[in-house]
């Protein structure tokens, strides 16, 4: 993995956090510490600022007013060195229909000047069960397919951390236990996950903390480990309360 510039005590520190869209706010002062390693599931219901987090900690958008440091680099003034600790698995595949997954993850290699390219998108093309379909054109994957392969391509710089938005959308049983294999496998590894989610029932077997974001603020910050029936009571809770 990528190293840092110097051992910060969170991987990902947050301060004071504010986004906003024609005056109306999106994130509202929120702060956020992520130590490196952990599994943060990111719930709350549409419009609650999980996707607009993410793309402002991935460099995609900007923030109003706050401070951001990922490994001790400070966005937005840093952001080459922050892009290159994260991997980003979003709504969109960020693939090419028209080429191969070979062809895909060759040219995200020659983006991030990957030495032995070659070798890592084997090694990636195998860990995400896609070898016999190396050279196979994009679209004629599955979704489950193309969130494998959205998976490889997020991995092949060897990012600290992986970013996902709602990576199950879509996704059948089956599918949605290769990405849960998939996800342990990153976190075993030591990478630090940030996970937006609507399945509540994989938010509270997968991860190691909880975060409920609510009107843009956090309702609720634990380490995991309450059930399914638990969260989901929580998250009602949390979830209908209103921000003054």
């Not at 947050?14 to 906003?20: D, G, M, N, P």
């Not at 595949?93 to 983006?111: K, P, T």
Request: proline share 5%.
């Amino acid at each position: 993995m990528n190293p840092t510039p110097h051992s910060p005590t969170y991987l990902i520190d947050i301060q004071e956090l504010v986004k906003a869209y024609d005056l109306l706010p999106v994130l509202r002062k929120l702060t956020l510490q992520v130590t490196h390693g952990e599994f943060v599931a990111l719930l709350g219901p549409n419009g609650s600022g999980k996707s607009t987090l993410l793309r402002i900690l991935c460099g995609l958008s900007r923030a109003t007013a706050g401070s951001i440091r990922v490994g001790g680099w400070k966005l937005p003034d840093e952001i080459a060195a922050v892009r290159a600790q994260i991997g980003l698995v979003s709504h969109k595949s960020l693939l090419y229909d028209n080429l191969s997954a070979y062809e895909n993850l060759r040219f995200f290699a020659q983006l991030y000047n990957l030495p032995n390219a070659d070798a890592r998108i084997a090694e990636l093309l195998a860990q995400v069960g896609l070898q016999k379909r190396t050279h196979a054109l994009v679209r004629t994957f599955s979704r489950g397919m193309l969130q494998r392969l959205s998976i490889a391509r997020a991995l092949l710089h060897n990012p600290d951390i992986l970013l996902l938005d709602e990576p199950y959308t879509g996704l059948d049983q089956d599918a949605s236990a290769i990405l849960d294999s998939l996800l342990k496998a990153a976190h075993d590894e030591g990478r630090t996950i940030i996970m937006t989610t609507h399945d509540l029932n994989r938010a509270a077997i997968l991860p190691t903390r909880i975060v409920i974001l609510s009107r843009g603020v956090i309702g609720y910050d634990q380490p995991a480990g309450v059930s399914a029936v638990e969260l989901a009571s929580l998250y009602t809770e949390i979830t209908s309360m209103v921000t003054t």
